[in-house]
């Protein structure tokens, strides 16, 4: 029988280096990885056989069409799910066998989520909305210093309903950020926001990501968003079909949607 898997979140917090990736350790290696799920009778393949390495400070668009097993890979990822098979590693931790316990664990203290939908508290300011994570985490930043960071400096007591849907995005990229997380995992997060409006959620992803050297994970089927990436993961039936390296990111307010 194994041994039993290590807690993802008993190592300290390892520092951020400014060097390339193939001079530096992974912070999520993935070998093998499949993801099957039943449906009644018949099995879909999710995953089969990813085999990926993504880095400290890098920003990665996924991308792929819906059904191209995207949004699984990146709950794998976020510990939101196990895979039927392969191994994960977040650092020099095991997450494919470990306890739901041992997941909620990593998830609160290294990952930062960011989805589609906004999932604010409609009864609680934008600033009460962040300190629902910081109250929980280790070494969180102070609330209105996140919702500065993503330019909401001046919209602290606002409520949900108040706010842009840009703007309601930005509050929840504060709050995944404000507990100082290793990773920042995004799922379409400009699926339900219009162009210009989607450009500065954008910018305010790569910013946080330039300025605290998180590594951003960002899944989308919008290709053009790919020339922000300092890599591009393709994925299509389950399978990475390309990785390209991008030789300079633009930024999100030059792009051309």
Same mark, same amino acid.
């Given at each position: 029988m194994p041994d039993a898997p290590s807690d993802p979140t008993s190592s300290s917090r390892q520092s951020r280096s400014t060097a390339t990736p193939s001079e530096r350790s992974p912070v999520f290696s993935v070998r093998g990885v499949t993801k099957v799920y039943p449906m009644?009778? %018949?099995?879909? &393949?999710?995953?089969?056989?990813?085999?990926?390495?993504?880095?400290?400070?890098?920003?990665? %668009?996924?991308?792929?069409?819906?059904?191209?097993?995207?949004? +699984?890979?990146?709950?794998?990822?976020?510990?939101?799910?196990?895979? +039927?098979s392969g191994s994960i590693r977040? &650092?020099?931790?095991?997450?494919?066998?470990?306890?739901?316990?041992?997941? +909620?664990?990593? &998830?609160? /203290?290294? @990952?930062?989520?960011?989805?589609?939908?906004y999932n604010l508290m409609p009864g609680l300011t934008a600033i009460e909305n962040v300190a629902l994570v910081t109250d929980i985490a280790d070494d969180p930043? /102070?609330?209105?210093?996140?919702?500065?960071?993503?330019?909401?400096?001046?919209?602290?007591?606002?409520?949900?309903?108040?706010?842009?849907?840009?703007?309601?995005?930005?509050?929840?990229?504060?709050?995944?950020?404000?507990? &100082?997380?290793? %990773?920042?995992?995004?799922?379409?997060?400009?699926?339900?926001?219009? %162009?210009?409006?989607g450009a500065v959620v954008l910018d305010a992803i790569a910013d946080v990501n330039r300025r605290l050297? +998180?590594?951003? @994970?960002?899944?989308?089927?919008?290709?053009?968003?790919?020339?922000?990436a300092d890599r591009t993961i393709r994925i299509s039936d389950g399978r990475i079909t390309a990785i390209e390296t991008n030789p300079q990111r633009r930024a999100a307010s030059e792009l051309v949607w």
């Open positions: 009644g009778e %018949v099995e879909v &393949r999710a995953l089969d056989g990813v085999d990926l390495d993504l880095y400290a400070g890098e920003f990665v %668009v996924i991308l792929g069409p819906s059904g191209s097993g995207k949004s +699984t890979l990146l709950n794998l990822l976020g510990g939101l799910d196990t895979p +039927t977040y &650092r020099d931790q095991d997450l494919s066998g470990a306890s739901d316990a041992q997941l +909620t664990r990593f &998830r609160r /203290d290294h @990952v930062g989520f960011i989805f589609q939908f930043m /102070d609330p209105s210093e996140a919702l500065s960071l993503v330019g909401l400096g001046e919209r602290i007591r606002n409520y949900p309903a108040q706010l842009s849907g840009g703007e309601q995005q930005r509050v929840s990229i504060a709050r995944a950020i404000a507990k &100082r997380p290793d %990773v920042l995992l995004c799922d379409e997060p400009t699926g339900a926001l219009d %162009v210009r409006t050297g +998180t590594l951003a @994970v960002v899944i989308t089927h919008n290709a053009v968003i790919a020339s922000m």
